[in-house]
C-alpha cells in the first residue's frame, strides 16, 4: 500500500501586495526618508510663512500668482524629494541591499514597480497636506493684500493638487534615474544636470522650435501644474501633465528594461 502526501502550498510565496509592503517597510524606517521629508516640508512651510509674512502689496510681486507665491518652497523641496527617490533605488546598490531583495524578489521588475508606487504615493500625500497647510497659513498674513484668495477660488485647488503631483512625478524621475545608473553621486549628478541646469543652457539658444520644446521639461511642466493662472506662452495643464507622465515613464523603462533582462539571463 502506498500513499501520497500532498505538498502544501508555500503561504509565503512572493505576490504584489508582500512586495508592496515589503518597500512601504523599508521607505518608512529608513533615516534618509524622514530626513528628507522633512527638509521638503520644512522648506515650502518655512518659505511660505516667510512670504506670507514679509509681502506688500507694493513690493513689486503684485503681478505673481498666489498659489507659486506661497509655494515658491517646492522648488527647493522639489530637490529634496529628489534625493530621496535617487536613495530609495540607488541607495541599495551602494548599501548591498539590493542582493537581498532581488533574491528574496527574483522577478526583479516587481521591485521597482513597488518602489514606484510607495514612493509616489508618499511623496503625493505628503506634498498636497502641506501645500494645504502651507497656503492657509500663509493666506493668515495676506488676507488684508492683494494676494489674498481661498481655496474655493477659481484654479487653488487644482493649482496646489497640482504642486504636489509635479513633485511626485519628478521624484518618480529621479528614482528611475537611480535604479539605471545604480550610483547615488551619477543619479544626482544626471538629476540636476539633465533636469535643473540643462534647460537652462539650451534656452540660450536663439530656435523658436528649442523655446517651445522647453515648456514640456520636467521643472517647466511642473511650474505649469502649481499656478492657479494659466502662464503666458505655457501649455495647457493637461499637456503639461502629460509631458511630465511621459518623463517620468521614461525614467522608469530604462531601469525595467535592464532588469527584465537580468530576469531572462537569469
Known amino acids: 500500500m502506498t500513499t501520497t502526501t500532498a505538498t502544501a502550498p508555500t503561504p509565503y510565496g512572493?505576490?504584489?501586495p508582500r512586495v508592496l509592503r515589503s518597500e512601504w517597510h523599508k521607505l518608512?524606517?529608513?533615516r534618509s526618508?524622514?530626513?528628507s521629508a522633512l527638509s521638503a516640508v520644512v522648506l515650502v512651510l518655512g518659505i511660505g510663512i516667510l512670504m506670507g509674512t514679509t509681502y506688500t502689496s507694493d513690493g513689486g510681486d503684485s503681478d505673481v500668482d498666489t498659489v507659486v507665491l506661497t509655494l515658491y518652497g517646492s522648488q527647493l523641496a522639489g530637490i529634496a524629494l529628489a534625493v530621496l527617490g535617487i536613495l530609495v533605488t540607488a541607495g541599495e546598490y551602494s548599501s548591498g541591499l539590493a542582493r537581498a531583495t532581488f533574491t528574496a524578489v527574483p522577478a526583479r521588475t516587481p521591485v521597482l514597480w513597488a518602489k514606484a508606487a510607495v514612493l509616489g504615493t508618499t511623496v503625493l500625500g505628503l506634498s498636497l497636506?502641506?501645500?494645504?497647510?502651507?497656503?492657509l497659513t500663509a493666506q493668515a498674513f495676506l488676507d488684508d493684500t492683494d494676494q489674498a484668495a481661498a481655496l474655493t477660488d477659481d484654479g487653488v485647488l487644482a493649482a496646489l493638487a497640482g504642486n504636489a503631483a509635479g513633485l511626485s512625478l519628478l521624484a518618480l524621475l529621479a528614482l528611475g534615474l537611480g535604479a539605471a545608473l545604480r550610483s547615488v553621486p551619477g543619479a544626482l549628478g544626471a538629476f540636476i544636470g539633465g533636469v535643473l541646469v540643462l534647460p537652462e543652457v539650451i534656452g540660450l539658444l536663439p530656435y523658436d522650435a528649442v523655446d517651445t520644446a522647453l515648456r514640456y521639461f520636467p521643472t517647466q511642466a511642473a511650474g505649469v501644474l502649481g499656478s492657479a493662472t494659466p502662464l503666458p506662452g505655457a501649455p495647457s495643464a493637461g499637456a503639461a501633465l502629460l509631458a511630465l507622465v511621459l518623463w517620468a515613464a521614461a525614467a522608469l523603462a530604462v531601469p525595467a528594461f535592464l532588469l527584465r533582462r537580468q530576469d531572462v539571463r537569469g
Open 14 to 16: 512572493v505576490t504584489l
Open 28 to 30: 518608512r524606517t529608513l
Open 33 to 35: 526618508t524622514w530626513i
Open 129 to 135: 497636506l502641506t501645500n494645504l497647510t502651507t497656503f
